[in-house]
C-alpha cells in the first residue's frame, strides 16, 4: 500500500483482557517499529524487526509484550492482561534498512 | 540516561516570520537525526533528517547539525498557520542506528 496501515485505529478492552494491535508496512520495506505514545510525551521504543526476527526488543516493558512478523510483513502486538497503564496510542513505523521511519496512523488502546 | 531535551514551548510566532526550534542530545555517539511534525492527534510526520555537520535544506524547511555542541536545529521560514504543530526531535542511540531516542517536542503556533 502507499503508507503504513495499522487496525484498528481504536481499541477499547477491559482491564485483564488480551488485545492485538495490526501493522502493515510500506511495500517492501523489511524494518518495522513498534512505538507507544502518551499524551504529551515522545514516542517510546518497544521493538524493532529486520525481516521476520526482533533485531531489538529491549522496549517490550514486561512479558506481557510479545510481537510477531513471521512473513516478514505484516507484524502483531499482543498485549495480555492488559493493565489501565497500559492505555496509550500504538504506533508502528516502517522502513528500508538505512532509512528514516515513517509512521502510520497509530491505534488508541483504552484499558478501562 | 540518554537524553533529547527539547523547549516544550508554546513557540509563538506571527505568519511570514521564522520559527526557531531546537534540540539538544547527551549521546555522543548519536549517527542521525531527524525531525517529525505532529499534528494534534495524528500520527509524526517525518520533516527532515540529518546525518552530517551543517545545514540541510528543503523548501522552507533547514535542519542545523552541530555534533561537537550534541545540537540539533529545525529553522522553519515564512511560517504558515499550517505550521502549527509539535514538532518532535529524534537521534539514534549510538551504536544502534535504528533504535531513536526522542524528545518530548515543542508546541508550535503559527499566528496570522
Known amino acids: 500500500g502507499a503508507g503504513v496501515s495499522q487496525t484498528p485505529s481504536n481499541k477499547v478492552t477491559e482491564k485483564g483482557k488480551y488485545v492485538e494491535l495490526r501493522c502493515d508496512p510500506i511495500?517492501?520495506?523489511?524494518?518495522l517499529y513498534w512505538y507507544r505514545q502518551s499524551l504529551g510525551q515522545g514516542p517510546e521504543f518497544l521493538i524493532y524487526f529486520q525481516g521476520t526476527g526482533a533485531a531489538d526488543d529491549s522496549g517490550l516493558p514486561n512479558d506481557r509484550f510479545f510481537a510477531v512478523r513471521p512473513e516478514g510483513s505484516v507484524s502483531t502486538l499482543k498485549i495480555q492482561r492488559t493493565e489501565r497503564g497500559d492505555s496509550a496510542v500504538y504506533l508502528c513505523?516502517?522502513?528500508?534498512?538505512?532509512?528514516?521511519?515513517?509512521f502510520g496512523p497509530g491505534t488508541r488502546l483504552t484499558v478501562l | 540516561q540518554k537524553e533529547v531535551e527539547q523547549n516544550s514551548g508554546p513557540l509563538s510566532v506571527p505568519e511570514g516570520a521564522i520559527a526557531s526550534l531546537n534540540c539538544t542530545y547527551s549521546?555522543?555517539?548519536?549517527?542521525?537525526f531527524f525531525w517529525y511534525r505532529q499534528y494534534s492527534g495524528k500520527s509524526p510526520e517525518l520533516i527532515m533528517f540529518i546525518y552530517s555537520n551543517g545545514d540541510k535544506e528543503d523548501g522552507r524547511f533547514t535542519a542545523q547539525l552541530n555534533k561537537a555542541s550534541q545540537y540539533v536545529s529545525l529553522l522553519i521560514r515564512d511560517s504558515q498557520p499550517s505550521d502549527s504543530a509539535t514538532y518532535l526531535c529524534?537521534?539514534?542511540?549510538?551504536?544502534?542506528?535504528?533504535?531513536?531516542?526522542w524528545g518530548l517536542g515543542t508546541s508550535l503556533g503559527v499566528n496570522p
Open positions: 513505523a516502517s522502513s528500508f534498512p538505512t532509512s528514516p521511519q515513517f
Open positions: 529524534a537521534v539514534t542511540e549510538a551504536g544502534n542506528n535504528r533504535k531513536l531516542i
Open positions: 549521546d555522543r555517539g548519536s549517527q542521525s
Open positions: 511495500s517492501g520495506h523489511t524494518a
